[in-house]
């Protein structure tokens, strides 16, 4: 199948060349500083090349809160306006080659028809994402008092039956994950009661993995709070982990970076998740407060390279295996959510880069040693380097551009978009 | 005027008969255990006759969050039908006997008309409340990159000119006092200058002060986060404060205790705004994990019995004055509203009898004397007596119900109104 | 054997003696009250007698900060010291049968007569702690760089010892039990390798266990955070869980309400680890920010009745069975211990009286009918409910005091053994 | 006064002489990358070799926890041997010529001839930490009830007087500032009157002042909790700026990084201090969880970029004046001293680098367009720079080693310690 890509090559060639000799320059002044650490950047940047991260179709839209959501000209309302808007970004960064598609929201008629449509823009699809925490017009049971933990048995069984509709759609797309999250939990003391909640989830997932490809994995998405505010029913890493035991070996776990108590030690968990062999895989995005769907590293990229220090130490000992599935979750408030996705999909690629730059056996000699200073330094001289030159090499080669945010600016496609694409209402706010 | 309370009399009379033999017992009971105390029960109850709290106009309706609003039949969708179940929850609950509007949600063409509609059903107004967090349809400028502390002047005086405005609707309205919360913050590190973006807000505040009666107050709400998740103009109480004081002697600091950090000490940032003369109100509801908007009371009905403690040493000892005003702001998501409001302001009523049955000459005694258990121990007697008959009492007493939600419940209001009202659409979600 | 309690049972009587008609008018008003709600006031207290809950011996001497201990005239300074200290809360109290020693602190040189002389003071001894978080003067190997997971393999052979040296302690003092919480993590990025470190503590802790005798259990103890304030080997329960499965089934999960990362919901914590067949007891005490090891319920007393409230859950639906260990492990930096394990004893046992009361049947009903309203207010009822009377009728019942605080002050203990006991010296603080 | 530095001068230069070439190379590539953004690396240089931060007396020994300390041998236990390892940290890292004091633990008879003794090793001193926290012995009234706060008017005056003393020593030693701590607090409800306890502190604190000399400030400190865990008298810079306020002009602020509640945002409350003109200082550390006073940056190193990016911005718009005093203050638990402040000592001064080189007009422009994402791109270039060139040839120009740690590690410092210095006794722990 032809790619037709939604920018013009050209464009992008020659926004590269008028970079190319600051890029050469910096590219190999840190080639030679990282030979003096043992290190080949050309096999780092051949790293580089070969990592991704999927992006979430509703993340090309603007997002919002309770409160407001403020639409920009332009902004897509349709997954194939979504589509394009993802092209554009994976054109430019050329790391982000799959959409992670959320049902109902991104229903259409034919399945096939838009897996090509995707390819057509060079984008494959990524984990499906099921939506039982909103209803939907003309839906025949709410899911107000919860869905797959629900009370009542219709509900769960609506609720199942969506997330086996998702595979379904998801065989169709090319997709090989499940991604579950659901909003069900309490508002007061007493509203459930914890472990029967639990056992009636525990239950209904069962009827969806049933339904799993044998190739598939369901990835359980944990989340403190919000839209619950008391309790919710996979709260935390520790339910998250016991329900996919309880499920089966497809059943993994999914973590979110915003969905944890403040203060917790995140890359501990997924080195506790890997360990236990239930490591699935990842919603980026950053947070200072909750759930606040910043973008990736916007916030504390030291935490992000560190989550990516455990994942390389995983692959390098991946004891059960390992294949975690990389998406970005993010709520774009306040900015043109391509720009936001470009810049995300880049912090996550250098936090890869970083982490994959750590001096590893003087990292475990320390340990070994309990030098805790010298490991330490050996993760913060990793941390302290920048890969900037890498990633834009890397890019550069794949045919993106060097500079993505500039070239996107450059090509005039959100102006042109806010002539072609109808627009969007004010979101009004539930408060 | 003639009063005209949507509920029936004799309804509510037929339910306290049949409870009232065992009030009776439940309060002479108290009464004796009361006196051993030192303590005249009939003294606390005609205290707790005198207290009250206001209920917001917004709280009559079901809240949400960005996921998803659920609504309810018979849910209120315009201010009549809101100050219709607010006069419910004071008819039987008989602690509410104030609204809190909110503009434009609450816009109606004629002021006096609204007033007089809701003396009619036993109501007056509390403090206003501007919306400068949402675009309105047909609104000139947009609020998306803030209001009062907005770059643009324009958008600034807009926002100013939208309080003016809520101040003559007071005016009319018969409150004296409005209350400001904007959203306006940032979302990413190097979004504004923090001082530039305060020095604005103070300014266009000042202006709006400058509109204020006499005997009017300004209710600076300050809050942590969300609807901005990586900082807010006022953040928190220090902020607050300080913009309190360059505002001038009408501007006072309100408590929303949902607004701030975790663990945070409320009971002494209040200690605090009292000590410097500028504690001006409450919004009270609970919460576990941020502002969550949860019924008061019911998470950490400690604190607010802790925060009470406060305010009646405030009372008793009122250094520059101490007036504060009280109202409830929640978001009844999972339950019938009008419910909420009853369970929530008698839980704060039952706060405030506690707080009042407090020893304080022991506690300053054993305050003195650095006798910390003994200190606490006097907390904790209070806090622990279950105060509810002086409650129902005093709720009987001004012709409310000794049990009101099963009163409410027995009503079939809900159900009359179910048939009688517009439905509401579903809460789409942001997320 | 003839118990030789520490007080005059003449001086308890007369004490007990002018309260009596006071709380025969409380005890019966709360009779006719609970009587309304169909709870039958005696066999509420039938339990209430039953329920007990273990104090640590090290809890008999002041606490401290990293900052300073201020110590008090008459602390106990040994075990027998303690022991006698703890005879005195029980004898008052009625509820703290059962010592929890500490090891090496409690170290003597005849553990069969130390068991007599506490049973002569009308105790036994609960679950055994072992310390490997501190060095002992004279000790082989340190732990500064951890125990259980410490690299150096001797280091863990030393740690494991101590821990079957501890068994064999309890197997002399009467108890079942052993509490392993360790101090061992990093403070830094990369100090340690997460996986390795938990495989070190599984393959230690699991030598230790094979040293448990058939009626013992291992009582694994998570902590966030403190004394390693970076990453901490079994931080959370999702950790502590994971271990236990790994060692086997007389290995279960311990919580200690004071080691959560903020807002954390505990309550659903413990229905979580009931629900898996892994919660194995309490260390009570409350908390505002961290470990703070303060009395138990004094901040709090709400979530400590929702935790009792899960624990009767438990009791009434076993699943794979229920009996944890209740002790209180606190901090008293600023009170007399002896009035914090009263006060504190007295607080864990009233909310299990008022969790006895809840309604199930309604709850139950409540919840099923996703009725969210009435299901809060049958918690709401339950925890207003002034129990004092029905715990001090059954402390008077089983030899104990009406009041137990005032009770103690006027026996004269603590000044006698300041006149008796040798002087503790300052603690100068580590900073 | 002839220098005689800790360290042979030689060492350092041929330590230099084997990293020249490469230092040159990278610090040349960054000259280049720099100049390309219009930025002058030597300026950079220039400022960085201007940049300075004190380190504390008292964090030249190894640091514990109420669990536990772990003493390293060759640790110094007098100020003099403090001295002398805080002058090898200037030697290597020349960024740290001063050293804070804190009384009564540095006491000596002769302050000329320490002031003399620091002289000679390069070193000067900076703020002076008086210390009413913990009981010394042979102290008259202790300070377990508070100190300033103290409810006991002799208790407070003890504590003026010691203040006083700092101050009178502080002139000695050439200090011009006095840092003010207190652990004053409360850990149960009801303890202490908020604002009572407050008024005294005032008072207190304004006899101190008042013997404050006209060139001198007082740096008020706040804490949200430790050793107190219920409340503290100075808990918030809300507190702390009121009572800065009401002391007068000289009484400033000042922000540990570690004492603030989880998520608080502490670069804005640098910039709402400095907007208000009272920031007085820092105590530079790190922490994950609370006052973990762990390495300066090791955790969240761009929050302190995001920190120096607010005190850039105050240096460039100075309002009523910008002169704050920086200082570390650590607790090096796990590592040796030495290393910890070295690297800490380049952390910020890596930060303050970093933040010299944010393109502040663009940032101006972006923020004044609402160009979000431009604004943000303009902070996250500026902190992906790795600045260690600059920093190490500013160091290697000032005479210190271009790689600080491996330099002390072959000096032999520490071994050589061990030898000479009496060991320290193991801290056994409070908990």
Known sequence: MAKELPLSADQIESHNAARLDALHDDYDSLGRAL?????????????????SVAIPSWGAGRGGTRFAKFPIPGEPTTIHEKLADCAVVHQLSTVTPRVSPHFPWD????????????ATLGLGFDAINSNTFQDQPGQQLSYRDGSLSAGDAGVRAQAVDHNIDCIEIGRQLGSTALTIW???????????????????????????YAALPDDWRMLL?????????????????????????????????????????????????????????????FHFNDSKYGDDDLDSGSINPHQLFLVFNE????????????????????????????????????????????ASIVDRAALAEAQDANDTMLAFLTLRKAYRTDVSPILAMA?????????????????????????????VGLGAGIV
Chains 1, 2, 3, 4 share one sequence.
């Open 221 to 281: 998405e944990h989340k403190m709070y919000e839209p619950a505010f008391y309790s919710t029913v996979i709260a935390d890493w520790g339910s998250s982990i016991l329900a996919a035991q309880e499920l089966g070996p497809k059943a993994k776990c999914l973590v979110d970076l915003g969905h944890h108590a403040p203060n917790v030690n995140i890359e501990q968990i997924v080195a506790r998740l890997h360990r236990f062999g239930k490591l699935g895989g």
């Open 182 to 208: 659901v909003g069900d939990g309490t508002n007061f003391p007493g509203q459930q009661d914890f472990s029967r909640s639990l056992d009636r989830y525990l239950e209904a997932a069962a009827q969806v």
């Open 107 to 118: 229903c259409v008629s034919d399945y096939a028809a838009l897996r090509e449509e995707a």
């Open 35 to 51: 030979a003096r650490r043992g290190v080949d950047i050309d096999a780092v940047k051949a790293r580089v090349a070969g990592f």
């Open 395 to 423: 890019r550069m080669e794949a045919g993106g551009a060097i500079d993505p945010i500039p070239a996107y600016r450059a090509s005039g496609w959100r102006a042109r978009k806010a002539q072609e694409r109808d627009a």
């Open 311 to 354: 994942l390389i130490e995983a692959e390098l000992n991946p004891r059960d295996g390992f294949d975690p599935a990389y998406m970005i979750d993010q709520s774009h408030n306040v900015t043109d959510p391509i720009e936001s996705m470009i810049a995300s999909a880049e912090a996550i690629a250098g936090a890869y880069a970083k």
